[in-house]
């Protein structure tokens, strides 16, 4: 029997998750909800199904499944909703922007025996998993050390996002990194240390980080820099700039996510990967096939992988990046999250 799904939030991202799963086989997509009853309508329309303003009427319906795509402080309320309310979760990332609501969440779905998925997409990317493939074999021996960027340029913040002074590079974009690199050194993070600058954003309003550099120390001794910026000028080729290098003690790799699309119109560029969807009607790729495996994995009974545990670790690295620029300091994670 189809798996039924509800989507809470119906913004940017909201629409993406609606893209996935509207013509996803084994998946009914059944109601939209937005507390901007216009957007909420007309997703809705988009995709032949039920639309709502209200978080309590969706878990009072009968949906399996709810995917979450509000603003990224405004996770936890409508996540623990669903879980108390029996439903499985896929929430965007970070999972929370406070420790505290992480490990709520985590354990409202233990309580629930529930499933909790956060999106972190980037493990469906082909040149990621493809990564993680040679270190999965042992090509790269023990980790030893990776660089992880991950920028926007400052359309993002100033005016993709009305909720920018409410998140931050750090919430934005460090969960994809940061997840990636836990991820491929199948290490836990023992300390981080921070500095970041500030300025550009204030000036127009928005109240958050310009740029962070974060060293974060594993387990076993091995060091990872990440680093974000959002105020990449406009006039960079793309509106992300992602790399990462990771060395082990035998092996390395490099991805460089750079499209290989190069337009030169108006400016010279490259597209964004989501506005190239697809032609033929039906989405496909990284940003998608996340939605559509925790849909299978609620469908066939399986615990999805890119868990809320991920999603709570991530968080306290966060937190931990925030601490030490605040205190101007090294930060222990079992400082932020003991049980780390
Ligand atoms: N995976 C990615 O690469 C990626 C990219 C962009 C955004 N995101 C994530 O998706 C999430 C949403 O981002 P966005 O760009 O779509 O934001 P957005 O502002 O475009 O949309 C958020 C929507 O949530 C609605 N909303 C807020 N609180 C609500 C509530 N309690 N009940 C119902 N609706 C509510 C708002 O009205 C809005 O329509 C964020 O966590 C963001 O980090 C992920």
Redesign the pocket.
């Known amino acids: 029997m189809a798996v039924r799904v509800g989507i809470?939030?119906?913004?940017?991202?909201?629409g993406n998750h609606a893209v996935a799963l509207k013509d996803h086989p084994g998946c009914t997509l059944s109601v939209i909800?937005?507390?901007?009853a216009a957007?909420a309508q007309a997703l809705a329309d988009r995709c032949g199904c039920a639309w709502t303003t209200s978080?309590d009427d969706v878990a009072a319906s009968d949906v399996d499944a709810v995917t979450v795509?509000?603003?990224?402080h405004?996770?936890a309320?409508?996540v623990l909703a669903m879980l108390a309310a029996g439903k499985h979760v896929l929430v965007?990332?970070p999972l929370a922007t406070t420790v505290a609501e992480a490990q709520a969440m985590v354990d409202a779905a233990d309580r629930a025996g529930r499933s909790l998925m956060v999106?972190f997409?980037a493990r469906w990317h082909p040149l990621y998993m493809g990564a993680k493939a040679y270190v999965e074999r042992g090509d790269l021996g023990a980790p030893v050390m990776a660089y992880a960027r991950l920028s926007d340029t400052i359309h993002v913040p100033t005016s993709m996002?009305?909720?920018g002074s409410q998140s931050g590079p750090e919430w934005?974009l460090f969960p994809h990194t940061m997840d990636l690199i836990r991820w491929l050194f199948q290490r836990e993070p023992v300390e981080v240390y921070a500095k970041g600058t500030r300025g550009v954003l204030e000036r127009r309003g928005i109240n958050c980080w310009d740029t962070i550099q974060a060293i974060v120390e594993f387990d076993g001794g091995a060091i990872a820099t990440f680093e974000t910026s959002w105020i990449v000028p406009d006039s960079f080729t793309n509106v992300v700039d992602n790399r990462i290098t990771v060395y082990g003690d035998r092996g390395g790799l490099e991805v460089k996510n750079e499209p290989s699309l190069w337009a030169f119109t108006d400016r010279f560029h490259t597209p964004f990967s989501s506005t190239a969807v697809t032609r033929y009607g039906k989405a496909w790729g990284y940003?998608y096939e996340p939605l559509r495996y925790f849909v299978d994995c609620v469908g066939q009974g399986v615990a999805p992988e890119s868990t809320g545990r991920d999603g709570l670790v991530v968080t306290a690295m966060i937190a931990a990046t925030l601490r030490s620029l605040a205190e101007k300091r090294p930060i222990r994670m079992a400082d932020v999250l003991p049980a780390v």
């Open positions: 809470v939030g119906a913004g940017l991202w909201g909800c937005d507390q901007d957007r978080v795509a509000t603003p990224d405004l996770h309320a409508p965007e990332k999106d997409h996002l009305s909720w934005f940003q």
